[in-house]
């Protein structure tokens, strides 16, 4: 493996060539390795990115998906993708190979997550990062199977449907008899379902 070390700065670093998409041979050096080890891990891990081999990291999975993610969704909802999962997912799977990750170990991420207390709306959020993370293993490297679907889903999925009836809807306009504006609204608003998001 081409690790050297840069004598002048005291670290390593790394050279190596790689086929592009377009299959064009191209080179890449990366510095500042404070260890031998730790250079050699990263070119390895590079080149199985480069290969879309399943055995990469969570976290050069999670680069190579906000990466393509970025190109099709608004900045906001990237920003939001990244503090869910570099807050919260990646601390727990950061390192691990992707293919190693079982049923099991999400099981046990989403029991720490359980226990933080936070509200089953968040827990849903979280759940729907990392299996959509999943999904695009298994459709764009040949992932043999996304382990979120057998590990369940994630906290309580709770649907309040809140909803005035005709009476109490009726009660309402009687009292804006005389702001012409607030019954229009209220009128357009029960009758045709908009809501506020």
């Known amino acids: 493996m081409p690790v050297y070390k840069d004598e ?26 404070k260890l031998h080890r730790e250079a050699k891990e ?6 199985r990115k480069q290969k879309g081999s399943t055995d990469m990291t969570f976290r050069s999975m999670y680069e190579i998906y906000i990466e393509d993610m970025g190109h099709r969704c608004r900045q906001s909802t990237i920003d939001g993708k990244k ?13 691990k ?15 720490e997550m359980i226990a933080k207390e936070y509200s089953n709306s968040y827990l849903g959020r979280m759940q729907n990062m990392i299996t ?19 590990a369940g889903r994630m906290g309580k999925r709770e649907v309040v449907v809140n909803f005035w009836t005709k009476e109490e809807f009726d009660r309402i306009l009687a009292a804006m008899e ?16 908009i809501r506020f998001g």
């Open 8 to 33: 002048e700065r005291g670290t390593w670093y790394v050279r190596c060539y790689y086929e592009d998409f377009t299959g064009k041979k191209k080179q890449i050096k990366k510095r500042g390795f």
């Open 42 to 47: 990263w070119e390895a891990d590079f080149l």
């Open 83 to 95: 503090h869910v999962f570099e807050k919260l997912i990646l601390p727990y799977f950061e390192n």
């Open 97 to 111: 190979p992707i293919n190693k990750i079982t049923p099991k170990d999400i099981r046990a991420w989403r029991n």
């Open 132 to 150: 959509a993370l999943f999904n695009y293993a298994v459709d764009y490297f040949n992932l043999a199977e996304n382990p979120c679907h057998k």
């Open 178 to 193: 005389n702001d012409p504006t607030a019954h229009v609204s209220f009128s357009l608003l029960y009758y045709s379902g």
